[in-house]
């Protein structure tokens, strides 16, 4: 598709970006590290950590782990922590290491982390101690050799640190971390002899990044070190020109948490290159403990998820804050509902700016331009050194106005799925374009207007979920004959699971079944509602028609 967009780019942002001005991840940090070394970086709970003291603790925990475990380069780490000061110094502790990061969603059920270690061959874990006792069950089963166990607080000052543990262990009545067999400290870890950072290659995996493509079981995009510089840049083009006036070590209010890919690299590392400091917020669904922070807090930019945006609309005390600073409000994960994008607007001064991408694109694809000054109801433009291609079932590029499959192409595409050659087959073109599965039409000016998802993909709060998984949980219950999972609209979460059931067990209830899937489950995937049927209607061939029950439920 010719690149009709670029007449509508802003001002002062390029066509293309140099994706070779870096090397790695860690040539940029190292940079950062040194311009800013005396500003704050990340900031949680009251207390911040400084570029240099991050490069300093960072470069001790690369020094554990590859003295210390004696991990071999390319070895795979996984990170399983919300929003929390140790995030980072993980983070950029296994990348200066020359290692890869594996994100974990620290509210995994037992059995979708011990498929997610074992699938990605993780040796190591850092893990908050507050879900220990998730990891005790699931590394009976997975490779694990070395846990790391980290507290709430342990990087904060002494008084803080011993209050916010101690309420922690009292509250959540948590398995104590020393429990935990041959675990170290993440305290002991940095008193580890610090190592200079790995010479890393722009082709060497930086992270592999789990999700389910665009139907299935969780697979692992790898993103390499020159995937995620690429998007960073690109990202980072498009939003510089509306920073303007906007003050040196500026604040980012970060709510998502850093293990998602939107904020992995719209927040921590857009952000990180530009000396801005990150503003963790470790539980963003505590409302009243979230405006309070962003009370104390004088903001530039925020990010988040359509859901997020109006929960804090609707909040008490969320009108009366200060929004004179803030420049960049910007919205993916899930469609932007132009009640919310209006009613921000009014309140902050600030639109509030969709953007559009995928796990396998690391993440940003488009995004509208930050110089709107309405709701458009688009994507956005393709960002730079990005191609676009809308393409119709036989893989014929449609017309501009059409509706085809939105096909991709550019520095930020991942190689491929961690292991999965089939796979990476499937969802690649032969002229290289990534399938990304949605249903789009794009503008006579270029902008990119999304019309539906072509499979059966469950949106609920900007997180992927697919049916297949929770039909599958939903049939290792004795009393269940046949299931199926779609999703159904939701003002709160865009949308939420229902699950059609034919029950084998006259006697099953939903309450039951719905106690079964929370104990496999992540909260998010668990059904909302549970029906039950004496058929599920189906093709000739016999294939359950998700579809048809879509349409019901919609209607």
Not at 69 to 80: D, S, Y
Not at 206 to 220: E, M, N, S, V
Not at 398 to 424: F, I, K, N, S
Request: some cysteine; charged content about 20%.
């Amino acid at each position: 598709m010719e690149r009709i967009w670029l007449n509508e780019y802003p001002d002062g942002v390029p066509a293309d970006i140099d994706v070779t001005a870096y090397r790695s991840i860690n040539e940029i940090f190292a940079r950062s590290c040194e311009r800013y070394r005396d500003r704050p970086a990340f900031s949680n709970m009251g207390s911040a950590l400084s570029y240099g003291e991050l490069d300093a603790l960072s470069a001790r925990f690369a020094g554990f782990l590859r003295r210390n475990l004696g991990l071999a380069r390319g070895a795979r780490v996984a990170l399983m922590m919300p929003n929390v000061l140790q995030y980072p110094v993980a983070l950029f502790g296994v990348l200066r290491a020359g290692l890869v990061v594996v994100n974990v969603n620290p509210l995994y059920t037992a059995r979708e982390l011990e498929h997610q270690l074992a699938d990605s061959g993780a040796e190591a874990i850092v893990v908050l101690e507050n879900f220990a006792h998730t990891l005790e069950v699931a590394r009976r089963h997975a490779p694990i050799r070395h846990v790391v166990v980290t507290a709430l607080g342990d990087l904060l000052p002494l008084p803080k640190r011993w209050i916010v543990n101690a309420v922690v262990r009292h509250v959540r009545k948590l398995i104590p971390p020393w429990n935990i067999p041959g675990a170290w400290r993440m305290r002991q870890a940095l008193a580890s002899s610090p190592m200079p950072a790995e010479e890393v290659r722009p082709e060497d995996i930086a992270f592999l990044q789990y999700t389910g493509g665009t139907t299935g079981i969780a697979k692992g995009a790898v993103l390499t070190h020159r995937n995620m510089i690429a998007n960073l840049q690109q990202a980072g083009a498009w939003i510089q020109p509306a920073l303007g006036d906007v003050r040196g070590g500026a604040t980012i209010i970060t709510a998502l948490p850093l293990y998602h890919i939107f904020s992995l690299t719209a927040n921590c590392l857009i952000f990180m290159r530009l000396g801005w400091c990150n503003a963790l917020i470790t539980n963003p669904r505590d409302i009243p403990n979230f405006i309070k922070e962003l009370g104390r807090l004088r903001f530039a930019a925020i990010t988040g998820v359509n859901t997020l945006f109006n929960a804090l609309l609707n909040a008490p005390g969320f009108a009366g804050l200060d929004f004179s600073e803030l420049r960049v409000s910007l919205a993916g994960g899930m469609a932007l509902q132009r009640a919310v994008a209006e009613r921000w607007h009014a309140a902050t001064g600030c639109n509030l700016i969709e953007a559009y991408g995928l796990t396998e694109t690391a993440p940003a694809v488009c995004i509208n331009p930050l110089t709107l000054d309405h709701f458009n109801g688009s994507i956005g433009l393709p960002i730079p050194s990005t191609e676009i291609s809308v393409r119709d079932e036989n893989g014929v590029e449609v017309a501009v106005g059409e509706v085809g499959e939105l096909c991709v192409r550019g520095p930020q595409v991942m190689l491929g799925y961690w292991q999965r050659p089939d796979e990476t087959a499937t969802v690649f073109t032969e002229d290289g374009f990534l399938h990304t599965g949605d249903m789009v039409s794009v503008d006579a000016r270029g902008y990119v207007h999304l019309v539906d998802r072509k499979k059966d993909m469950i949106l609920v709060s900007g997180f992927n979920v697919y049916p297949n998984e929770i039909e599958d949980v939903a049939m290792l219950h004795p009393g269940v004959l046949e299931a199926a999972a779609v999703g159904v609209p939701d003002a709160e979460s865009g949308e939420v699971v229902k699950l059609v059931v034919v029950r084998k067990d006259p006697a099953l209830d939903a309450e039951t079944l719905r106690e079964h899937c929370r104990a496999n489950l992540t909260r998010y995937k668990v059904p909302r509602i549970i029906e039950f049927r004496t058929e599920l209607p189906k093709t000739n061939v016999g294939k359950i028609l998700r579809r048809a029950l879509r349409e019901e439920a919609q209607s």
